[in-house]
Protein backbone atom coordinates (compact mmCIF):
# COMPACT_ATOMS: atom_id res chain seq x y z
CA UNK A 1 0.00 0.00 0.00
CA UNK A 2 2.86 2.60 0.92
CA UNK A 3 4.17 1.95 -2.98
CA UNK A 4 0.60 3.78 -3.56
CA UNK A 5 1.44 7.60 -3.20
CA UNK A 6 -2.74 7.93 -3.03
CA UNK A 7 -3.35 4.81 -0.30
CA UNK A 8 -0.27 6.16 1.44
CA UNK A 9 -1.54 9.51 2.16
CA UNK A 10 -5.17 8.37 2.77
CA UNK A 11 -3.69 5.84 5.23
CA UNK A 12 -1.69 8.96 6.87
CA UNK A 13 -4.97 10.93 6.76
CA UNK A 14 -6.29 8.64 8.91
CA UNK A 15 -4.13 8.31 11.57
CA UNK A 16 -4.12 12.42 12.65
CA UNK A 17 -6.83 12.08 14.60
CA UNK A 18 -5.43 8.87 16.54
CA UNK A 19 -2.23 10.83 16.82
CA UNK A 20 -4.01 13.79 18.40
CA UNK A 21 -5.08 11.02 21.28
CA UNK A 22 -2.44 8.83 21.24
CA UNK A 23 0.78 10.98 22.03
CA UNK A 24 -1.15 13.23 24.64
CA UNK A 25 -2.28 9.94 26.33
CA UNK A 26 1.08 8.39 26.40
CA UNK A 27 2.84 11.65 28.20
CA UNK A 28 -0.24 12.14 29.86
CA UNK A 29 0.11 8.74 31.48
CA UNK A 30 3.62 9.61 32.79
CA UNK A 31 2.26 12.72 33.91
CA UNK A 32 -0.15 11.32 35.92
CA UNK A 33 2.08 8.78 37.77
CA UNK A 34 4.63 11.58 38.81
CA UNK A 35 1.68 13.65 39.94
CA UNK A 36 0.35 10.54 41.86
CA UNK A 37 4.10 9.97 43.40
CA UNK A 38 4.46 13.08 44.87
CA UNK A 39 5.92 15.14 42.21
CA UNK A 40 4.03 18.26 41.21
CA UNK A 41 6.08 19.57 38.78
CA UNK A 42 3.62 18.09 36.33
CA UNK A 43 0.83 19.99 37.16
CA UNK A 44 2.30 23.13 38.52
CA UNK A 45 3.66 23.68 34.35
CA UNK A 46 0.10 22.92 33.13
CA UNK A 47 1.10 19.70 31.80
CA UNK A 48 -1.63 17.39 33.62
CA UNK A 49 -4.55 18.22 30.93
CA UNK A 50 -5.48 17.02 27.64
CA UNK A 51 -3.69 19.73 25.12
CA UNK A 52 -2.32 17.95 22.75
CA UNK A 53 -0.24 21.08 21.25
CA UNK A 54 1.87 20.67 24.85
CA UNK A 55 2.92 17.12 23.61
CA UNK A 56 3.00 16.44 20.09
CA UNK A 57 6.66 17.47 18.78
CA UNK A 58 7.48 17.50 15.03
CA UNK A 59 10.33 14.43 15.02
CA UNK A 60 7.30 11.98 17.17
CA UNK A 61 4.85 12.91 14.36
CA UNK A 62 6.69 12.29 11.32
CA UNK A 63 7.53 9.34 13.11
CA UNK A 64 3.81 8.32 13.02
CA UNK A 65 3.34 8.53 9.33
CA UNK A 66 6.34 6.80 8.25
CA UNK A 67 7.04 4.28 10.93
CA UNK A 68 3.37 4.03 11.84
CA UNK A 69 4.47 4.72 15.73
CA UNK A 70 6.15 7.18 17.50
CA UNK A 71 6.98 9.89 20.74
CA UNK A 72 5.92 13.09 22.66
CA UNK A 73 7.25 15.55 24.19
CA UNK A 74 8.81 14.51 27.30
CA UNK A 75 6.69 15.84 30.75
CA UNK A 76 9.02 17.65 32.86
CA UNK A 77 9.61 16.11 36.30
CA UNK A 78 11.27 16.32 39.04
CA UNK A 79 12.96 12.77 38.96
CA UNK A 80 14.72 13.08 42.81
CA UNK A 81 11.28 12.66 43.97
CA UNK A 82 10.70 9.37 41.76
CA UNK A 83 13.21 7.63 44.50
CA UNK A 84 13.02 3.76 44.79
CA UNK A 85 13.39 1.17 41.87
CA UNK A 86 9.40 0.75 42.61
CA UNK A 87 8.08 4.20 41.89
CA UNK A 88 10.91 4.36 38.95
CA UNK A 89 9.22 1.66 36.83
CA UNK A 90 6.06 2.58 37.52
CA UNK A 91 6.48 5.93 36.04
CA UNK A 92 8.23 4.20 32.94
CA UNK A 93 5.30 1.98 32.50
CA UNK A 94 2.78 4.46 33.17
CA UNK A 95 2.49 6.04 29.57
CA UNK A 96 2.39 2.32 28.00
CA UNK A 97 -0.09 1.48 30.51
CA UNK A 98 -2.67 4.21 29.35
CA UNK A 99 -1.95 3.71 25.76
CA UNK A 100 -2.79 -0.34 26.09
CA UNK A 101 -6.00 1.19 27.77
CA UNK A 102 -7.24 3.51 25.16
CA UNK A 103 -6.39 0.39 23.02
CA UNK A 104 -8.61 -1.62 25.10
CA UNK A 105 -11.50 0.89 24.84
CA UNK A 106 -11.06 1.71 21.12
CA UNK A 107 -11.06 -1.66 20.42
CA UNK A 108 -14.22 -2.62 21.76
CA UNK A 109 -15.59 -0.26 19.20
CA UNK A 110 -13.76 -1.68 16.93
CA UNK A 111 -15.27 -5.66 17.26
CA UNK A 112 -18.80 -3.68 17.97
CA UNK A 113 -18.29 -1.91 14.25
CA UNK A 114 -16.85 -4.93 12.91
CA UNK A 115 -19.98 -6.83 13.95
CA UNK A 116 -22.51 -4.44 12.30
CA UNK A 117 -20.55 -4.69 9.34
CA UNK A 118 -18.50 -2.02 9.08
CA UNK A 119 -14.95 -2.89 8.97
CA UNK A 120 -11.64 -1.01 9.10
CA UNK A 121 -9.31 -0.49 6.31
CA UNK A 122 -11.93 -0.94 3.68
CA UNK A 123 -13.65 2.51 3.34
CA UNK A 124 -16.07 2.10 0.24
CA UNK A 125 -18.79 3.97 -1.23
CA UNK A 126 -21.20 1.56 0.01
CA UNK A 127 -19.65 1.45 3.38
CA UNK A 128 -20.37 5.38 3.36
CA UNK A 129 -19.68 7.50 6.95
CA UNK A 130 -19.99 4.53 9.01
CA UNK A 131 -17.05 2.80 7.04
CA UNK A 132 -14.81 5.99 7.50
CA UNK A 133 -15.53 6.00 11.39
CA UNK A 134 -15.18 2.52 11.69
CA UNK A 135 -11.21 3.16 9.85
CA UNK A 136 -11.01 6.18 12.41
CA UNK A 137 -11.91 4.13 15.42
CA UNK A 138 -9.23 1.09 14.19
CA UNK A 139 -6.28 3.66 13.60
CA UNK A 140 -6.86 5.06 17.14
CA UNK A 141 -6.69 1.70 18.46
CA UNK A 142 -3.55 0.61 16.27
CA UNK A 143 -1.46 3.67 17.04
CA UNK A 144 -2.25 3.22 20.63
CA UNK A 145 -1.20 -0.09 20.80
CA UNK A 146 1.67 0.79 18.49
CA UNK A 147 2.89 3.45 20.93
CA UNK A 148 2.31 0.73 23.58
CA UNK A 149 4.37 -1.46 22.28
CA UNK A 150 7.42 0.58 20.78
CA UNK A 151 8.14 2.16 24.06
CA UNK A 152 8.42 -0.51 25.55
CA UNK A 153 11.53 -1.45 23.34
CA UNK A 154 15.42 -1.41 25.29
CA UNK A 155 16.39 1.35 23.43
CA UNK A 156 17.59 4.53 25.20
CA UNK A 157 14.77 7.07 25.39
CA UNK A 158 12.06 4.75 25.73
CA UNK A 159 10.49 3.15 28.57
CA UNK A 160 11.13 0.25 28.08
CA UNK A 161 15.01 1.52 28.39
CA UNK A 162 13.72 3.27 31.57
CA UNK A 163 12.63 0.19 33.18
CA UNK A 164 15.75 -1.97 32.21
CA UNK A 165 18.06 1.37 34.32
CA UNK A 166 15.52 1.66 37.02
CA UNK A 167 16.57 -2.28 37.81
CA UNK A 168 19.80 -3.17 36.77
CA UNK A 169 21.84 0.94 37.43
CA UNK A 170 23.26 0.59 40.16
CA UNK A 171 25.31 -2.99 38.80
CA UNK A 172 26.51 -1.16 36.24
CA UNK A 173 26.22 2.61 35.78
CA UNK A 174 29.14 2.84 34.06
CA UNK A 175 27.52 0.72 31.61
CA UNK A 176 24.07 3.00 31.64
CA UNK A 177 25.78 6.28 31.59
CA UNK A 178 28.07 5.06 28.17
CA UNK A 179 24.78 4.09 26.45
CA UNK A 180 22.68 7.08 27.44
CA UNK A 181 25.69 9.89 26.54
CA UNK A 182 25.89 7.86 22.90
CA UNK A 183 21.57 7.96 22.48
CA UNK A 184 22.12 9.86 19.32
CA UNK A 185 24.23 7.55 17.73
CA UNK A 186 22.26 4.69 18.69
CA UNK A 187 18.66 5.98 17.23
CA UNK A 188 20.80 6.63 13.78
CA UNK A 189 21.81 2.74 13.87
CA UNK A 190 18.59 1.79 14.41
CA UNK A 191 17.10 3.87 11.88
CA UNK A 192 19.43 3.05 9.28
CA UNK A 193 19.16 -0.97 9.80
CA UNK A 194 15.43 -0.54 10.07
CA UNK A 195 15.61 1.60 6.68
CA UNK A 196 18.33 -0.99 4.76
CA UNK A 197 16.24 -4.14 6.63
CA UNK A 198 13.52 -2.91 3.74
CA UNK A 199 15.37 -3.46 0.58
CA UNK A 200 16.52 -7.35 1.57
CA UNK A 201 14.94 -9.36 -0.39
CA UNK A 202 12.70 -11.01 1.70
CA UNK A 203 11.57 -7.38 2.71
CA UNK A 204 11.72 -8.24 6.39
CA UNK A 205 10.31 -4.81 7.78
CA UNK A 206 12.70 -5.05 11.38
CA UNK A 207 10.60 -2.76 13.50
CA UNK A 208 7.49 -4.89 13.09
CA UNK A 209 9.77 -8.15 14.17
CA UNK A 210 11.06 -6.01 17.45
CA UNK A 211 7.41 -4.95 18.30
CA UNK A 212 5.57 -8.19 17.64
CA UNK A 213 6.42 -9.68 21.14
CA UNK A 214 4.27 -6.80 22.82
CA UNK A 215 2.05 -5.59 20.20
CA UNK A 216 0.93 -9.50 19.10
CA UNK A 217 -0.32 -10.89 22.44
CA UNK A 218 -2.17 -7.42 23.02
CA UNK A 219 -3.87 -7.22 19.92
CA UNK A 220 -4.87 -11.05 19.70
CA UNK A 221 -6.32 -9.93 23.37
CA UNK A 222 -8.52 -6.92 22.54
CA UNK A 223 -9.71 -8.08 19.04
CA UNK A 224 -9.33 -11.98 19.02
CA UNK A 225 -6.55 -11.85 16.42
CA UNK A 226 -3.33 -10.08 15.35
CA UNK A 227 -4.50 -6.79 13.01
CA UNK A 228 -1.59 -4.20 11.81
CA UNK A 229 -2.04 -1.22 9.99
CA UNK A 230 -0.80 -0.37 6.26
CA UNK A 231 3.11 -0.08 6.74
CA UNK A 232 3.65 -1.78 9.93
CA UNK A 233 1.80 -5.43 10.75
CA UNK A 234 3.72 -6.39 14.00
CA UNK A 235 2.33 -9.77 13.73
CA UNK A 236 3.35 -13.72 12.93
CA UNK A 237 0.99 -14.16 10.48
CA UNK A 238 -0.61 -10.88 8.02
CA UNK A 239 -3.86 -10.31 9.06
CA UNK A 240 -5.71 -6.70 8.32
CA UNK A 241 -9.70 -6.81 8.70
Given amino acids: MLGDPFAFLVSCLFLIPAAVIAIPVHELGHAAAAHLMGDPTPRNRGFLRFNPRLFIETYGLLAVFLLRTGWGAPVPVNEYRLTGTGRKVAYALAGPAANLLVAVLFG ?19 QGPMGYLATIVYAVFFLNLSFFAFNLLPIPGLDGWRVLEALFRHRNA ?22 VSSFLPLGINL ?27 PCPLSGHF
Fill in 174 to 195: RFFFEANSRRREIWMVCALVIF
Fill in 207 to 233: LAVVMLPFYAPASFGILGQCAGYPGLN
Fill in 108 to 126: VGVRVLAGMGYLPLTVSLL
